[in-house]
């Protein structure tokens, strides 16, 4: 985190703090000694923050959104354990399929915990699932059923605060930084990857280092859902305290206080949820599955090519046959990774999501279809030169992987309807994990090489057909507002590029 982060924006706005922001100036004389005091004064204040860049004047949205970052750094940790960064001996499938299992639970239970419970107790949960199963794999690092345990606690906390993170990040930022705040999610997923690659390459696994990780960031996501988490003004003013709303606004903003922007922005909400309330559960319902059967395709199915069980094994085995023991790589692959999230993020908001997005998408496609072809002839195993192929395109797909995935993390959270946002979120997330789910099963339960050159032929495929299917209707959402974006993905077509 930047290291405003550390500010607490908590406090709440007050009476003589409101009365300063609304009052008019009514003399000259007034006027003139405003401008003519020293350099601690409001006037002067304000006028040298009118020069400040419109990040930091959001930056309080991103810092109230840290406890879901930290979490997501643990989800990458365990999800690239579980997608075959580990030195696993004989275990069961168990084992792999657990934490997957536990996040499509966590999806279901966070459908309730949203609508009825505030956000900054919702992560304190959640951070709390994630120290216990720090504690366990401290404590029974040998023990198998510990482990599991331990996947299936993670996974619950990690399904409940993607959904609570994704609904919390659209409703409290501005839509010109909304993007950066949503596409966080992915970028912290990749770098908890990194991590955990680079430690599983240069050293032997040690599930204690691993619960020393999660023990640390279990207290850290505590500590940060108290301490920086803002409650959504949405969530507020659906409950009829506008009040609250304001001033979870005021301090959203810097400075922080409530200013003609912050009524504006009030306003803003409160028509988001007038037109909300136009419609009932079944017809929100029905809106809303349009941009669901789209968001199946573009998070739930594309994300999880980008990274998988598969591409583990064909990173490994093409080191393996071209390299030896070599682990640079890795190191590479995981850097890569990173690098691509981190390009996003910052760009996200500026050039856009749909044109970069897609570009990248269709890169991943036709990187995947040579490697399944090298897989379909069992002499190309024994040829180095090809292995090492097969090796650099494994590593070129990981950094426009991580250049797409967090454009997933920013549609998610801009298409559904108000009123149906927690259920199709959840379905659309824990369907991508049950796709993870499925494809560990069929590569864990057979031992034919055929499977690799099927998957990877039949996965590039689909992405170069969906491309030109996405081309067609996902829309461009960059500096909309959250009606707006959602009326383009209630669209069938969207032909723009922006």
Same mark, same amino acid.
């Given at each position: ?8 924006? +908590? ?15 009514? #003399? ?20 040298? +923050? ?13 810092? /109230?959104?840290? #406890? ?27 084992? *792999? ?14 459908? =309730? ?11 304190? #949960? ?25 996947? $299936? ?29 949503? /596409? ?37 996501? %505590? ?9 959504? =003004? ?37 028509? *988001? ?12 319902? !029905? ?19 980008? %990274? ?25 692959? /995981? ?10 993020? %910052? ?27 090298? %897989? ?40 559904? =309807?108000?009123?149906? !946002?927690? $259920? ?30 099927? $998957? ?15 081309? /067609? ?24 590029? *922006?």
């Amino acid at each position: 985190m930047p290291a405003s982060a550390t500010i607490n924006f +908590n406090a709440a706005a007050t009476a003589d703090t409101i009365a300063a922001s609304i009052t008019p100036v009514t #003399s000259a004389t007034a006027t003139n000694t405003a401008t003519t005091t020293d350099a601690g004064t409001p006037a002067t204040t304000a006028n040298a +923050n009118k020069h400040k860049s419109a990040n930091w004047h959001n930056r309080p949205q991103s810092t /109230a959104l840290a #406890s879901g970052f930290i979490i997501f750094l643990s989800a990458g940790l365990n999800m690239a354990q579980n997608l075959g960064w580990n030195q696993f001996a004989l275990v069961s499938i168990h084992i *792999y399929l657990s934490w997957f299992i536990g996040a499509v639970i966590g999806c279901l239970l966070s459908i =309730p915990l949203v609508i009825l419970i505030t956000k900054k107790y919702i992560m304190a #949960s959640c951070s709390f699932f994630v120290l216990i199963d720090g504690i366990i794999f401290i404590c029974a690092p040998a023990s198998e059923y510990a482990l599991i345990a331990a996947r $299936y606690l993670n996974g619950i906390a990690v399904g409940v605060t993607t959904i609570t993170f994704l609904i919390h990040g659209s409703e409290v930022t501005a839509k010109s930084y909304r993007g950066y705040c949503l /596409a966080m999610e992915q970028y912290s997923i990749s770098l908890g990857i990194f991590i955990q690659v680079i430690h599983t390459s240069l050293w032997a696994e040690v599930f204690y280092i691993h619960g020393v990780f999660d023990l640390l960031l279990g207290c850290l996501g %505590f500590a940060s859902a108290f301490i920086f988490t803002i409650e959504s =003004p949405i969530h507020c003013l659906r409950r009829g305290n506008e009040t609250m709303a304001l001033d979870c606004l005021a301090r959203l903003e810097r400075p922080k206080g409530v200013k003609s922007t912050t009524y504006a922005s009030l306003e803003e909400h409160k028509s *988001y949820i007038r037109e909300n309330n136009k419609y009932d559960m079944i017809e929100s319902l !029905k809106l809303g599955l349009v941009p669901l059967v789209k968001l199946m395709l573009y998070r739930s199915l594309m994300l999880t090519f980008g %990274f998988s069980l598969p591409l583990t094994v064909a990173v490994q085995v093409g080191t393996l046959l071209s390299l030896g023991l070599e682990t640079w790589p890795y190191i590479v692959y /995981a850097t890569l990774r990173l690098l691509g999230s981190l390009i996003t993020i %910052f760009t996200v908001d500026t050039l856009g999501r749909k044109f970069i997005s897609l570009l990248n998408l269709i890169i991943i496609g036709a990187l995947l279809i040579p490697i399944g072809i090298f %897989f379909s002839n069992q002499y190309n195993f024994l040829d180095k030169q090809k292995m090492a192929t097969v090796c650099t395109l494994s590593l070129l797909i990981q950094l426009f992987a991580g250049m797409y995935a967090p454009h997933t993390s920013v549609y998610v959270g801009e298409a559904f =309807p108000l009123k149906v !946002k927690p $259920y199709l979120l959840s379905l659309c997330i824990a369907v991508e994990h049950i796709v993870h789910i499925i494809t560990i099963c069929v590569l864990l339960s057979t031992s034919s090489r055929n499977y690799l050159y099927q $998957y990877f032929l039949a996965t590039g495929l689909v992405i170069i057909f969906t491309f030109l299917l996405f081309c /067609a209707v996902i829309p461009e959402t960059r500096k909309t507002s959250l009606s707006e974006a959602q009326s383009r993905f209630q669209k069938l077509l969207y032909l723009k590029l *922006y």
